[in-house]
């Protein structure tokens, strides 16, 4: 049995902190924090991310296969939140004249907006290419990814009942790497269609998240190396990327593997180590909010030409948990108390 005391919302908003932090220090210029973001670097919040979904969403749909309960939940976390980024986005961009209002009936931004509000929120029309960092909401690209891998993990668990989980998370986690490995033999050269693709798939990430998978399929095997270690995998960690001179990667080969390895292995560890650390939260959570609002933030100051001073990182973490919070409390919390109400 898993314990339910754990650090996975404070994991998540740590997570949402770390992607904040690398983009507001490289788009904003702030040169003199590079150092800061190449320690960082080796504590992807993504990575963290994908871990964590992977670990959570397997517990939550093994303690309860009603396909349409799992769904409904799922939408409730994600979308409302994401449609209200959406209509602040779309404000955003009349607001910096990127589009007049007569443009949103154009078929181009029409297909746009279908793409924002569905599952496709990696494309960018050329004519939306003039803001900010050369795409409204660029943070966005996980969300088609995350959102395969809610659909992907009930069908890999009710197809094919006769083999067993384990041999079905191996052979999917063995062909992600494999498309991994191809994807960083490209590195350098033309990008054919298929492969821009692939990329923002689920294909090239799966192994993130059957990783933390497989750690809660083993987790009655697992958790008396795991529980309460966490300072003892962080050090072993830390020392590793130092020795081979390595860091995680979203596409990793040789060392670069066991060094994602690890880091979900941290992550994890970090769940279970002082579990009530989240208790101060009180149960919000702005981690998605931090995560989805923060590049609007970043290029409006962008487009205000507010540049190369440390300033600028902490007004974006000030804005960016100011409307995280309102999000939370006037969108997401109340989406998610809908949850019965739908079953």
């Known amino acids: 049995m898993i314990s339910r ?8 908003l740590v997570a949402a902190i770390e992607v904040l932090f690398q983009h507001a220090i490289s788009h904003l210029e702030i040169s003199n924090l590079n150092k800061f973001t190449n320690i960082l670097s080796h504590f992807p919040g993504v990575l963290m991310f994908f871990t964590i979904s992977g670990f959570l969403i397997f517990s939550s749909f093994d303690r309860n296969k009603d396909l349409k309960k799992y769904f409904i939940n799922r939408f409730l976390r994600l979308f409302p939140a994401l449609w209200f980024c959406f ?11 990127i589009i007049a209002f007569n443009d949103i009936f154009s078929w181009t931004i029409i297909k746009w907006i279908f793409t924002q509000v569905t599952v496709f929120q990696f494309w960018t029309p050329d004519v939306l290419r003039s803001w900010g960092v050369g795409t409204p909401n660029g943070s966005l690209w996980t969300i088609p990814v995350e959102l395969q891998f809610y659909i992907f993990l009930p069908l890999i668990i ?28 490209k590195q350098g050269m033309p990008e054919t269609l298929v492969i ?11 192994y993130c998240f059957l990783t933390g998978s497989m750690m809660y399929l083993f ?13 003892y995998w962080l050090l072993f960690y830390i020392i590793f990327n130092l020795i ?9 080969v040789n060392l670069q593997l066991i060094s994602n390895l690890l880091l979900s292995i941290v992550t994890i560890s970090l769940a279970y ?20 609002y923060h590049m609007l933030v970043i290029n409006s100051l962008i487009s205000f030409g507010y540049l190369g001073d440390v ?33």
């Open 5 to 12: 005391e754990n650090n996975f919302d404070l994991l998540r």
């Open 87 to 97: 209509i602040i986005t779309l404000g955003l961009l009349l607001f910096f004249n």
């Open 158 to 185: 009710l197809l094919l009942k006769k083999i067993r989980i384990v041999y079905k998370f191996l052979f999917f986690i063995i062909f992600s790497l494999a498309f991994s490995f191809y994807i960083s033999s």
């Open 196 to 206: 821009k693709l692939l990329g923002v798939s689920i294909v090239p990430y799966l």
């Open 219 to 231: 987790w009655d095997k697992l958790k008396k190396l795991i529980e309460g270690k966490a300072l």
């Open 244 to 252: 081979f001179d390595v860091k995680p990667s979203y596409t990793p």
């Open 273 to 292: 180590t002082l579990p009530k650390l989240s208790l101060f939260l009180k149960g919000n959570d702005i981690s998605y909010g931090m995560y989805i």
């Open 311 to 343: 300033k600028y990182l902490f007004l974006t973490i000030i804005i960016t948990i100011a409307i995280s919070i309102l999000s939370w409390f006037l969108i997401e919390k109340k989406a998610l108390q809908l949850k019965n109400k739908f079953l």
